[in-house]
């Protein structure tokens, strides 16, 4: 692994969000050559116990669809004197490992809670505005808000590392984005793309922006002073780890998706737009929906993306020539949000309805109908969907479309949800509370 790359926990007190001291352990972000010096094979001495995985799989499965899980509830912010809004706000970011779960709100804060106990382990404090797009990967954290900046926090020492200046408006969406071996010789010299780690953020302010992913501990930190006023001098021309400014849509960017040099944006202008992470170039502009555009899905193996509309439709798009592929209706309403597998690709609406789609071919699979007011998050795998909406958490089986379970019930409202194999994580909204729900399915 290139030292790039690493940041290792060296603090021999522990980390600030750690309840364990620290250790010679490497916190790794994904990189040109992480995971690929270790081997494949584990030791000689340690024989899995194939027989007691599969037992716990299908366990873990079962419980899933019946089983009662482990709840844990606990608040999604620590109540503050004075405030009007106390413990009730908007959480607009949900991300989660078996470690920890971190949550971005409406209230300026991100927050890190402690995922067996749910026990606040900090605040990230330093947003003047609503924070509404997060990501982490390994111990580095990318934030985005309503004050126009762009955070980098170091999750090992709480503590925020750079801030990016340059937009003029909310960061209303980002992604980490990280190197891919584009070389289809598995025994050739990796051909990475991008050369390393970036940060793409889209804004209100009709433009995006590709910032270099800053190592804590290794980059030099970057902590400008905030600009007074606006003038013609673009603050991010002097930010050593800004790299370009991809300006041409004419309303807001709504959405984005990236992967290796790919890069898709959404926007209230009603384009898609293709773009070329490595150069800034725009290849395609992709015109044809009717209304507004709010989420984008980036399908690299077929090399095609999909986008959906407050038109109502779900539109496939190549990415090779920018031809319209298909154009996938059956919502009467805004479609808000959209999920890709390889198998699958799922939009959710307004209409109070999901879909789930085939991308190869656009065909409808299922229509999935049950809840009663717009959908406002979900997530699915390969053998379930989970969807928030009207008070009620519900599940799905992907394969026929049927309604599986209410897996949480009597709430004002759900905000996010995530979930893994064994796991699933909801931010919601009960009697005037702003709370988390993690339910263990593979407790025993």
């Not at 620590?78 to 989660?96: E, K």
Request: aromatic share 8%.
């Amino acid at each position: 692994m290139q030292d790039s790359t690493r940041v290792k926990a060296e603090n021999a007190e522990g980390s600030a969000f750690s309840t364990h001291p620290a250790t010679s352990f490497e916190y790794r972000l994904a990189s040109p050559s992480s995971s690929r010096e270790a081997s494949p094979f584990p030791p000689a001495h340690v024989k899995p116990a194939y027989k007691a995985l599969y037992r716990r799989r299908t366990l873990v499965r079962h419980n899933w669809k019946s089983g009662t899980p482990t709840r844990t509830t606990f608040p999604s912010s620590i109540p503050i004197a004075g405030n009007p809004n106390n413990g009730n706000h908007v959480v607009t970011s949900l991300q989660f490992d078996s470690d920890k779960v971190v949550s971005a709100s409406d209230d300026n804060t991100i927050s890190v809670f402690d995922m067996q106990t749910g026990t606040l382990r900090g605040n990230l404090s330093g947003h003047i505005g609503g924070v509404w797009a997060l990501q982490y990967a390994g111990n580095v954290l990318v934030s985005g808000s309503t004050d126009r900046t762009v955070r980098v926090w170091d999750l090992e020492t709480a503590r925020c590392t750079h801030v990016f200046v340059g937009h003029t408006s909310t960061v209303r969406c980002l992604q980490i984005v990280e190197p891919e071996n584009v070389n289809p010789d598995p025994h050739g010299a990796p051909v990475w793309e991008p050369a390393f780690p970036l940060i793409v953020t889209g804004s209100r302010d009709f433009s995006l922006r590709v910032w270099k992913l800053p190592m804590p501990g290794k980059d030099r930190d970057y902590l400008p002073k905030m600009p007074e006023h606006e003038d013609e001098h673009d603050p991010a021309s002097m930010n050593p780890y800004h790299l370009r400014h991809l300006t041409g849509h004419t309303q807001a960017v709504r959405a984005l998706a990236a992967k290796g040099n790919t890069l898709v944006s959404g926007s209230y202008d009603m384009d898609v737009r293709v773009w070329d992470v490595s150069t800034g170039r725009c290849r395609h502009i992709l015109r044809g929906h009717t209304q507004k555009v709010y989420s984008v899905v980036y399908d690299h193996v077929r090399k095609q993306c999909a986008s959906g509309s407050m038109d109502g439709t779900v539109r496939l798009w190549s990415t090779e020539t920018g031809e319209c592929k298909s154009v996938l209706e059956g919502h009467t309403s805004l479609v808000g949000l959209l999920g890709l597998t390889h198998r699958n690709l799922v939009s959710a609406a307004a209409d109070w309805t999901l879909r789930i789609w085939d991308p190869a071919t656009g065909a409808c699979r299922h229509s999935l109908a049950a809840h009663q007011g717009a959908i406002t998050c979900f997530q699915h795998d390969d053998d379930k969907v989970i969807s928030g909406s009207d008070g009620t958490l519900k599940m799905w089986d992907v394969r026929t479309g049927e309604f599986v379970r209410d897996l949480l019930t009597n709430l004002t409202g759900v905000w996010q949800v995530a979930f893994d194999e064994r796991f699933c994580v909801a931010a919601v909204s009960r009697n005037g509370r702003s709370e988390f729900e993690i339910l263990d399915f593979g407790a025993i």
